[in-house]
Structure formats: C-alpha cells, structure tokens
DNA sequence: CACTTGCGAAACCGATTAGTTGCACATATA
DNA sequence: TATATGTGCAACTAATCGGTTTCGCAAGTG
C-alpha cells in the first residue's frame, strides 16, 4: 500500500518513533518500551511507517530491526523549502515594506 | 485553540491552498474555484491553518484575504533538519560502509 | 519435545476527520 | 429598502484513525 508521509509524520507518537529508530535501529519491543501503549499499536505505526518507506525491516532470527530511511523525508524537505527564505528575517522585513505599500495604496 | 502544524499539512487539499495563498493571498471563494469541494469545504481547512497559524486573516469590507503565514512552518523544519545530511550522498554512502562493518561483525 | 519469546494480523471500539447541506449575519448594491 | 454577495457556523454522515484484546505463527530454549 502507497501511503502519504505528511500524513504518516502527522502523528506525534510517530514522529518520535523516527526519532529514535534515526540514532539506532530497534525492535517493536525495545521501541514499546518508550511509549505509553502496547507493543501492537507501536507494531501498527511501523507498518505505516513502512508503508511510506520511512522506516525498513531487517529481519534477525525472530527479531525484526527497524532502521530508518531518510529519503521519503525528502519529500516533506522539498515541499518546505519554497517557504524557507520567507521566513529568514532580512527576506521578512522585505515583505513587510512591500505589504505595507500595497496597504497604503488601498 | 491550540493546532499541530503536522497534522494540519497532513491534508493534500490543505498543502494545496497553502501552495496557492503564498503566492498570493485570496479569499475562500476564489480558493474554492480551484478545487472540487464546496466553499464551506474551504472554509473549514482555512479554520484549521488558522488555528496553527499558517494562515491568517485581511479583512477587507465583507471579504476576508487570507495570507500565508511561513513562521510555522519553521517547527516543521527544525523536525527534517536532523535528517537532512543522512539523505545527501557522501554521508549516506559512510552510513552504508559503517552499516556493512556493523552487519559483518555480527 | 514442550515452553517461551517476538512478532504481525484480525476484530472490535470510541474519537476524529473531511465532507455535505442548511442556516444566520454582515456588507455591498439596485 | 429590498436584494444579492461573501462569509462563518452548526448539524449530520461516512470514512478513517489510534488504540486495545485476542489470536496464530515462526524462532529460539529448556
């Protein structure tokens, strides 16, 4: 199933489960400890996780590591960065001037 | 009320009429012409960036512009910043040479 | 072999989501 | 003033979400 990164990212849960599969990969259970939910739920976010392939599986004996895979957060950078420079402060101020003449022209 | 910036770019219609406001800001009527749903419709996503402040109001007589707002986006930022250098090559190809060393260790 | 451990899948549940229709209200306009 | 226009809000609905419990199964372990 193809799934949507901003809408994976969306949840915070998630997000701090790339947060600490992005220092070290982890199993569901070492990852379940972190959280306040069974492992199951947390077995249910990688899933999504993987879906979008933020996350992959390395399978050893029973155990299933789950690393993450920054390239589908190319994405979210992609669609961010239009907006970067707007808001960088001297860029700011530019705008600010400009909307301030549009204004006074009304 | 307080919004998570996340959950609301988790929405393709809401990325989209953020896409369109920072190039210029519009009213929900003319947003609304640009997409397959009511204006009501619109009207609720603009509550929602709204909330989170990507967005915010220019009432003008009996319509309101609505401007896009970047600051916010900058939470979103600071969450992909951390991951950034992990998908540029030269370091992706030290994370395979020192995941290999790791694997063959085992 | 019996037993434990690590995991995903399925079924279920309450809450939330994105959409609709219908309405109320303020602002322009004839 | 009567009418048209631009808007937000409320109520409703089908779909989705995030969680739980229960289960089955493969892989280690005594």
Redesign the pocket.
Known sequence: MR??VF??I?????RAIIGLIALQA???????EH??????????????L?ECQLVK?E????????HFNPDSMKEVADFIEPFRRMWESKFRQLDNVLSNMKKSKK
Chains 1, 2 share one sequence.
């Open positions: 799934r949507d809408q994976a969306a949840d915070p849960t998630r982890m199993t569901p259970n070492a990852l379940a959280f306040d939910t069974t492992r199951q739920a947390v077995s249910k976010h990688l899933r999504i993987t599986q399978q050893a004996g029973r155990e299933i590591y789950y």
